[in-house]
């Protein structure tokens, strides 16, 4: 399964290359306010959906760009074809194929792939956290006076919960910040070490399913209730290695 899901990811972002640098005219759509969906982000959900379905005919399919397939064996996957569309519409390298596993009310399995750096992760459940085949490093210890976060929020967030969160993450835990417009490339920088966590509001699971399944495997924990979780709706939360979680304010840790 692994091996098979690598593979998915691999060609998935082959395909998102071949249309990476199109004239936006007729290419993109706008989904909602500075919410983009493209033809690539359609041709990749479908490419995923279609080799998902062959190779796993029991589990179930959920992807950002509409797949919803019920499937027998409680599993589902779950996908975000190009997550960062943004990023990929103006020409930046943050953004990548996402394919996570949900299954026992956990995300179980993912891997990510960002196609423009050649960039492979996976790993979730036994299965150790790798880049490009390589064992991730174990993450440094929480340094404040080095502290930074990665944030993330979707144009829906109100501009005050923004700044709610802004001002708690300079005054209070007093880091720096990061903004990658992709969460899956924001939690990628956790789970390398360039960051000591992420605060992602109006994230929605197909863009950190397979990311937290791969940073469980290290030692970063999510603050996602998944049992009381619709895979459908926008998530409000909190990922951070142990040492940049205990340095939190106890009220960051409520829904922002
Ligand atoms: C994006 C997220 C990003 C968020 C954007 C959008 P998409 O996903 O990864 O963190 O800030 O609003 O939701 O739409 O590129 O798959």
Redesign the pocket.
């Known amino acids: 399964m692994y091996d098979v899901v690598q593979s998915i990811a691999r060609e998935a972002g082959e395909i998102a290359l071949r249309h990476f640098g199109r004239s936006p005219e007729g290419f993109v759509e706008s ?1 909602g306010h ?4 493209t033809e690539a ?1 359609r041709a990749v959900e479908q490419f995923i959906v279609g080799e998902l379905a062959a190779a796993f005919p029991a589990d179930g399919i959920f992807g ?1 760009e509409g797949s919803a397939r019920s499937g027998t064996s409680g599993r589902t996957w779950v996908v ?1 074809p ?7 519409v103006r020409g930046g390298d943050q ?1 990548a194929v996402s394919i996570g596993l949900f299954a026992n009310d956990r995300p179980a399995y993912g891997v990510t792939y960002a196609p423009v750096r050649n960039d492979l992760l996976a790993g979730g459940g036994d299965q150790a956290a790798t880049l490009n085949g390589i064992r991730l490093k174990a993450l440094p210890p929480f340094a404040p006076g080095i502290g930074l976060v990665g944030v ?4 829906v967030i109100p501009i005050s919960d923004r700044l709610r969160a802004l001002n708690i993450i300079f005054s209070d835990v007093k880091v720096d910040i990061r ?8 939690l990628f920088e956790v789970a390398t070490g360039l960051t000591d966590g992420y605060i ?1 509001s ?3 699971s ?2 950190v399913m397979a990311m937290v399944a791969i940073l469980e495997t290290i030692g970063v924990h999510c603050n996602i209730d998944w049992k009381a979780t619709d895979l459908a709706s926008k998530l409000q939360f909190i990922c951070g290695t142990p040492g940049f979680l205990r340095a939190l304010p106890r009220d960051l840790l409520q829904p922002l």
């Open positions: 989904k500075l919410d983009l969906v982000d950002e975000d190009i997550d960062g569309t943004f990023n990929f953004w993330g929020f979707h144009p903004a990658s417009g992709a969460a899956t490339i924001s992602g109006g994230i929605s197909w863009d």
